[in-house]
């Protein structure tokens, strides 16, 4: 029997998509959610209401804000100098956490740990330095060394080389095992294996994530500045406590250049790494 043209067929007529029922756990989870909100709102006392009731604070604060003071020798000068000091701390923090970085990293991975017993303590290791915030490793080095810009550096040093570590190990666990099982058919020792499969086949992410790390160590260093760390997060702090809420804007303008210029700096790099 023949049918109209433009027509299906009935016996192949689509038919919509049966809805799947609500399983216990996708209702159990979805409970759970609300209720850790719930909680979440009231433990952090999170009111919309009372945001809208201190307009005239904010507003208060803009009008002592701006404009800011673009004096020169008063605190543009001094807000450049000190953040080409946060520049320095990210840096240095950076680079210098490289060398613990990598060896944990070798040690935390699967594919070149020489030993269980050496994986669990250098994912021990990574974890610890990694929960540490680095604010509290700079409250540390501030008693150990005092003020100044030196803490912060020692701060980010521990803290990276715990995320760092982290992020290269899992980088060298996703590798292709082939050439690293060649190498060591061959005879080739565990360091060879490392150093001639597995590392070279990781070094394009091993940079892209040292960049990007280098980019969020800049902006970590103006928080540690507020801690006593130096650069120009002290600076920012000063102005706060002094209520001097014009120069606190001239510093933040400062870092947010600096911030993007990094940005700017570290992702042009990425994308020659890359090819593009």
């Known amino acids: 029997m023949s049918t109209p043209a ?9 038919t919509p998509p049966r ?3 609500v399983t216990t756990a996708t209702a159990t989870i979805t409970v759970a959610v609300v209720i850790a909100h719930v909680l979440a709102w009231n ?6 209401a009372a945001l809208v009731q201190g307009w005239r604070g904010m507003a208060d604060f803009a009008g002592q804000s701006l404009p800011p003071d673009l004096s020169w020798d008063g605190v543009l000068l001094p807000g450049l100098r000190a953040a080409l000091v946060t520049l320095g701390i990210g840096l240095l923090g950076t680079t210098f956490s490289v060398p613990f ?9 699967r594919t070149t740990a020489p030993g269980r017993w050496a994986y669990q303590a250098a994912r021990s290791l990574l974890s610890f330095l990694r929960a540490v915030p ?10 150990a060394v ?20 982290k992020l290269w190990a899992e980088a060298m666990e996703e590798t292709d095992l082939g050439p690293r099982d060649a190498l060591r058919v061959g005879g ?3 360091v060879q294996a490392a150093a001639h ?7 394009p992410q091993f940079v892209g994530l040292l960049l990007y790390r280098f980019d969020v160590n800049v902006r970590s260093s103006l928080v540690l500045g507020l801690v006593g760390a130096g650069g120009i997060g002290f600076l920012v702090n000063q102005s706060i406590k002094l209520f001097r809420f014009d120069e606190m804007v001239t510093h933040l303008a400062i870092v947010m250049v600096l911030v993007v210029a990094v940005d700017q700096l570290s992702a042009y790099v990425r994308r020659r790494i890359g090819g593009r």
């Open 197 to 203: 499969a597995v590392l070279p086949a990781v070094i």
């Open 101 to 109: 970085a990598l060896v944990l990293a070798l040690l935390a991975a």
């Open 19 to 21: 809805r799947r029922p």
């Open 43 to 48: 433990g952090t006392e999170f009111s919309p």
């Open 146 to 165: 005092g003020l100044g810009p030196f803490a912060g550096v020692l701060a980010l040093i521990f803290h990276n080389t715990g995320v760092m570590g």
């Open 134 to 143: 680095d604010v509290v490793f700079a409250l540390v080095f501030v008693t």
């Open 188 to 190: 080739a020792s565990g």
């Open 6 to 14: 433009g027509t299906i067929p009935p016996d192949t007529r689509l």
